[in-house]
């Protein structure tokens, strides 16, 4: 999906090449991965809802209890997308608590420190999502309990080695469960089973991120008959689903038709993924 043709970088505003683009080994970014991102898709030369994606990394900030919170970071983004001259790509802001003053204690602390960088990609093959993604259920599991689900943190070990294990079972994804065996997601995507006319999606409390494609895909279902219902759900209910599917911001809506060798339904990417996923491109275009 990437490509890393991407000269340029903003770091704290100033815009440098990559082979000069540094940050301190001080850093609690990399020191305690004390930080948050997000991955935007571009179209077109521009960011995809990129409001909704800044206002969840401020609220992950404000999460962190970070006491200084960055600005200008849509001026920065729109910088390094013009600078590497990106049509359609992955725009990536990264933004820790900056330098260690004292040990692990989050305060003192000088400015945050703000990674943004650009560049062009290479989307999916349309036949993947013909044919749809199989996935396991990870062994390792998700606090719902804990803030941190409702953070993209730069702190992405969880979800990492659970990644790790989609990997070693052949297959394209993982989904995890929380403590007390619900669904929460997968490793980079949300999920949505089809029952009837019932779309189910992993509630936030059950541990799911608040994915901002997500959130577009449950706007679209309007006009096509669907309740959308975001609650705990057991992973038997996979099997017994009509449909199931993806979201993220770069694979945007893809069929989910396999989890743990077994089919969902027939095991064919269903008409509903199919509708939603076109609305879903048709509004990306506009």
């Known amino acids: 999906m ?5 000269n340029n970088v903003c770091i704290n505003g100033e ?3 990559k082979d000069k683009a540094l940050v301190s080994v001080f850093d609690r970014g990399f020191l305690y991965g004390d930080g948050v991102f997000e991955t935007v898709r571009i179209y077109n030369g521009t960011p995809f809802m990129l409001d909704e994606h800044v206002e969840r990394l ?4 404000k999460t962190l209890r970070f006491q200084k919170l960055p600005a200008g970071i849509k001026v920065h983004a729109s910088r390094v997308i013009e600078a590497n001259k990106v049509t359609n790509g992955i725009l990536r802001i990264a933004v820790t608590r900056g330098e260690v003053v004292t040990g692990i204690d989050p305060l003192p602390c000088n400015e945050p420190t703000v990674v943004i960088t650009a560049g062009e990609c290479i989307p999916y ?9 199989k996935a396991i259920i990870a062994n390792i599991r998700k606090d719902s309990s ?3 689900c409702r953070v993209k943190s730069a702190n992405f070990l969880t979800h990492i080695l659970a990644r790790g294990e989609a990997t070693d079972a052949s297959v394209d994804e993982a989904l995890m469960l929380n403590y ?5 997601e997968a490793t980079v995507s949300n999920l949505f089973l089809l029952k009837g006319n019932a779309l189910l999606t992993p509630s936030v409390e059950s541990g799911s991120l608040p994915g901002v494609t ?3 895909v449950i706007q679209l279902t309007g006009g096509m008959g669907l309740e959308v219902k975001q609650q705990e759900i057991r992973p038997e209910e996979l099997y017994s689903a009509d449909e199931a599917f993806l979201t993220n911001s770069l694979l945007e809506v893809m069929p989910l038709i396999e989890v743990d060798r077994q089919a969902i339904s027939n095991g064919l990417p269903g008409k509903i993924t199919a509708g939603l996923r076109k609305k879903y491109i048709d509004l990306v275009k506009k």
């Open 214 to 216: 997500r959130g577009v």
């Open 58 to 61: 401020i609220a992950g900030l």
């Open 180 to 184: 007390e065996g619900f669904l929460t």
């Open 2 to 6: 990437r490509d890393e043709r991407q």
């Open 15 to 17: 815009m440098v090449p």
């Open 146 to 148: 804990s803030p941190l």
């Open 125 to 133: 093959q349309e036949e993947l999502y013909s044919k749809g993604f």
